[in-house]
């Protein structure tokens, strides 16, 4: 039988040395949370049982908005150090049934990829204990002390980068933090208090790039590699939208989120925004998410009279929380009558600030039936809208 495998993930920290007014963890790295990047590497990966956050008692609203979507169990409050948060969570996991392994890992390493963690699964199965770790290629040298001057050089054969997830059986680290405590001991890593009490740690091949942020510029090579990595499993998608709105009693109408003065309104249970309708559906459409109606049913009182900008908005963070990038808008308003153009520039400013784009990536355009169909008659507006989005291939 395949042993159960829980993870905690680390995060009681300030990291205070990254800047950004908040702990680092929570700071957003390529539109979502450091930590949220972290903590889904574990949760898709078939071999884990169970992951479990450790959090500065403080952070726990900050905690909710990275994470509370996810399915995880309560997280486990930590304390003023690494060594005792990491203890603290270990002891929750053993008073509800104590996995065989336990994967220790921290916050600020977002890269963590799945054979990495199967490796350090495997071996520590067998050996007890396995950290991922990279050989020192750099020449290392040793300043004398209160200097800046060369001491010595220091050997670089049989010297290793630990990284995590730091993996161990159950017990063994357990005990080994159990008694750390008792001693007053204290270590800067898992690894090294099983060291302490005489177990064998196993190194493992870890990842080059495996880096852990810690200064403010780390944020800026993480998301550079970030976007390396999203960018080879990403493929173009385009989806369309079309609304339709009659005309009804009002002096204006409201296209492309712009006031127009009309001698007529338009009729709809929002504010009636054709082309802004149209612009949501086709983000939903490109992300396979159903339509504006499912997300904001006619039939509910919240959305009478409601800004439509906020239907785009919610459309385009759906499409973000996928891992998305929208990357081109274009809308075709189909009308007799307010003229568009001298409206034009105004509606591609006003889309491209409600979708955080560049107006270069905005195109409003407009057109007539020739006076055929319900358009043609003066009876309503219609807009059709194509939507260019980059989007994680899931297959």
Not at 156 to 184: N, V, W, Y
Request: net charge negative.
């Amino acid at each position: 039988m395949a042993p159960t495998v829980a993870v905690l993930v680390v995060a009681a920290g300030r990291g205070v040395r990254a800047g950004g007014g908040m702990p680092k963890q929570y700071r957003p790295l390529a539109g979502r949370p450091l930590i949220r990047h972290s903590v889904t590497a574990f949760l898709g990966h078939p071999e884990v049982t169970t992951v479990r956050v450790v959090i500065a008692s403080e952070d726990g609203g900050l905690y909710a908005e990275s994470l509370g979507d996810l399915a995880l169990p309560e997280p486990v409050t930590g304390g003023s150090t690494r060594q005792i948060s990491v203890f603290t969570g270990l002891e929750t996991l053993a008073a509800n049934d104590p996995p065989d392994i336990v994967l220790i890992h921290d916050a600020a390493r977002p890269f963590v990829g799945a054979e990495l963690i199967a490796r350090v699964i495997a071996v520590a199965g067998t050996d007890g204990g396995a950290i991922p770790a990279t050989a020192v290629t750099d020449t290392l040298k040793r300043a004398a002390p209160g200097t800046d001057r060369i001491a010595g050089t220091v050997p670089r054969d049989g010297l290793f980068q630990a990284q995590t997830p730091q993996a161990f059986r159950f017990g063994d680290i357990l005990a080994a933090h159990r008694a750390a405590a008792e001693a007053g001991i204290e270590a800067t890593d898992d690894a090294a208090l099983m060291e302490w009490i005489g177990r064998p740690v196993t190194l493992v091949a870890g990842d080059p790039e495996g880096m852990k942020v810690t200064e403010s510029a780390d944020f800026a090579r993480a998301e550079a590699r970030l976007t390396r990595m999203t960018e080879d499993r990403m493929e173009p998608r385009v989806g369309t939208g079309f609304d339709v709105h009659r005309f009804a009693v009002g002096d204006h109408v409201t296209l492309c989120g712009v006031r127009i003065a009309h001698h007529l309104g338009l009729a709809g249970h929002s504010d009636a925004d054709v082309g802004l309708h149209a612009l949501t559906d086709a983000i939903l459409g490109a992300i396979g998410a159903g339509d504006i109606g499912l997300h904001f049913p006619p039939s509910d009182p919240r959305w009478r009279g409601a800004d439509s900008a906020a239907f785009l908005r919610h459309a385009i963070a759906l499409a973000t929380r996928r891992g998305a990038r929208l990357r081109h808008l274009d809308v075709t308003l189909i009308c007799e009558a307010p003229k568009i153009g001298p409206h034009r520039a105004a509606m591609r400013a006003r889309v491209a600030e409600i979708a955080g784009l560049s107006e270069r990536r905005v195109s409003i355009k407009a057109t007539t039936t020739e006076k055929l169909g319900f358009t043609g008659r003066k009876e309503g507006i219609a807009a059709q809208a194509v939507a260019t989005l980059m989007v994680p291939d899931d297959d």
